[in-house]
């Protein structure tokens, strides 16, 4: 059974930063593809960045420069350091974890992000 799990959350204010973090257990490999995603209000899920099986990333336009992903040694362990935040990166963020043997992703229960002054 797979099981994913974030933490890392909370409030800061414009210009700070927070570290998410996220462990999923139960897949077939230990360097699985995993990614971040979040959810503001009344808007759709968006990716925010991934890494793959290689630690190759990947990041969306309004993170670049602020936001790195990294893989916690040979495991399936990432994080996601966020600095210079800014209050529309405000939203539930989601870790994901794909397997490529079942061809599923599995995604945690999410962690609230709030950026305001």
């Known amino acids: 059974q797979v099981h994913v799990v974030e933490s890392g959350g909370g409030s800061v204010q414009p210009g700070g930063s927070l570290t998410l973090s996220c462990a999923a257990s139960?897949?077939?490999?230990?360097?699985?593809?995993m990614g971040w995603h979040r959810q503001a209000p009344g808007e759709e899920r968006e990716l925010v960045a991934s890494?793959?099986?290689?630690?190759?990333?990947f990041y969306i336009d309004r993170v670049k420069g602020r936001f790195t992903i990294s893989r916690q040694e040979d495991k399936n362990t990432i994080r996601l350091q966020m600095n210079n935040l800014k209050p529309n990166d405000t939203a539930v963020y989601y870790c994901?974890?794909?397997?490529?043997?079942?061809?599923?992703?599995?995604w945690g229960q999410g962690t609230q992000v709030t950026v305001s002054s």
């Open positions: 994901r974890a794909t397997d490529l043997h079942v061809r599923s992703d599995y």
């Open positions: 139960g897949l077939t490999d230990n360097r699985s593809p």
């Open positions: 890494i793959t099986s290689s630690d190759s990333t």
